[in-house]
């Protein structure tokens, strides 16, 4: 039998912190800066930032480079009783993946209103034919997630970039 999820939330926004980090060296290289930090047993054993750009690879948002770098640590494709820290909502390519990668927990900062799929735009971890559920929790750090999102974009307009 499987036990139950101890959450320990006393350093959710330690975990949430270092995600931001990495958000901000994704903005460093251009990319639309979201970070992720997976957690299992307290000890990060993930990370990753936004780099579809600068790898090509239309899959490489951070969710996905920290659970790819998550199973390669671990030896092991699942991921149980792991925690995932990112600052944006996820979109549905990822929360896909942390269905199938098993992770138990997500946290995330910043709503994504156009393509988020935790909360925003529909409750994917809620599906009744997913044989995997999700524990989400969402707004930690919002503020702070949020303004590091709008920096970037404010910045990409006033070069007179697109925004992406």
């Known amino acids: 039998m499987r036990q139950p999820m101890i959450i320990d939330r006393s350093r959710d926004r330690d975990f949430m912190q270092m995600a931001l980090a990495l958000a901000e060296q994704g903005a460093v290289l251009g990319e639309v800066p979201v ?13 990753g930032f936004n780099c579809p750009i600068s790898t090509s690879d239309p899959s490489a948002h951070a969710e996905m480079v920290a659970i790819r770098e998550a199973a390669q640590a671990v030896s092991n494709y699942r991921l149980p009783g792991a925690t995932l820290y990112v600052t944006l909502e996820p979109c549905s390519m990822c929360a896909g993946l942390i269905v199938h990668s098993r992770v138990a ?34 707004g930690v750090m919002a503020e702070e997630c949020g303004a590091v999102l709008s920096a970037f974009f404010k910045q990409r307009r006033s070069a007179g970039r697109p925004p992406l």
Do not use: C, D, T, Y
């Open 105 to 138: 927990r997500v946290v995330f900062g910043a709503l994504e209103p156009k393509a988020g799929i935790a909360q925003s735009q529909g409750q994917f971890f809620a599906q009744p034919f997913l044989n995997h559920r999700v524990m989400l929790e969402g």
């Open 35 to 47: 970070g992720a930090v997976l957690v299992q047993g307290g000890e990060v054993i993930g990370r």
